[in-house]
């Protein structure tokens, strides 16, 4: 069977990436059959910004792959995405990792998650100052269902890829402080950074978890 659009698309930027890079495909606002076609070209996590849709979609796709949040989580959703997702790239306080515990120490289950770093100060942008990483690190470390495993940043979404860079390094800077740190509970190995249009210039500032949706999927629907 000739393969789809997708499954190309899937198929040649896995063979792109170093072997030390994970893809996450970026889902938002896709249908279960494209997703199912970007696991067939090699997807094997896939990221959701919403709970809503992840809920809807799980019980279709299950644990054929890692699930991932990546959008912004609020603490009366935090329920559902334990019981979803298998890392959550966006902490961005104490007080949602204290509910993510609860959630998780009631389902006995260790959450991985990342410190989504706001890397341009953006007021419009969720995450966590960057001189506000490493406190927020300590105090989670503390709580025994959640694991730090390293950092998320998004970037400016629009603009030059090359105009990315100085938020990436930013990023990346904290992350190489924190490891050297050596702090009971964490483990910083994931750097993800960049997408669909930046994933390239992230790679460069040592990313090793890149969340690409258009770049597989084509073009989302007008409004989505």
Known sequence: MEKT??????????EELPPSVELVGAVKMRTVEEVFAGIRGG??????????QAEAMFPVVG???KWHLIGHLQKNKAKKAVSIFDMIETLDSFSLAEALERHCENLGKVMP?????????E???????????????RRVLQLSHIRVKGLMT??????????AR???RL????FGRLSKENMPNVEMHYLSMGMSNTYKIAIEEGANLVRIGTGLFGERKQGA
């Open 5 to 14: 659009v997708i499954e190309k698309k899937v198929s040649v930027i896995l």
């Open 43 to 52: 997807l094997n996590i896939i990221g959701h910004n919403y709970i809503q």
């Open 63 to 65: 644990n054929k792959v």
């Open 113 to 121: 998650v990342l410190i989504e770093v706001n890397s341009g100060e």
């Open 123 to 137: 007021s419009n942008k969720t995450g966590v100052m960057p001189e506000d990483v490493e406190s927020l690190v």
């Open 154 to 163: 998004m970037g400016p979404r629009f603009g030059s890829p090359e105009s």
């Open 166 to 168: 100085p938020y990436f």
């Open 171 to 174: 990023t990346r800077e904290i």
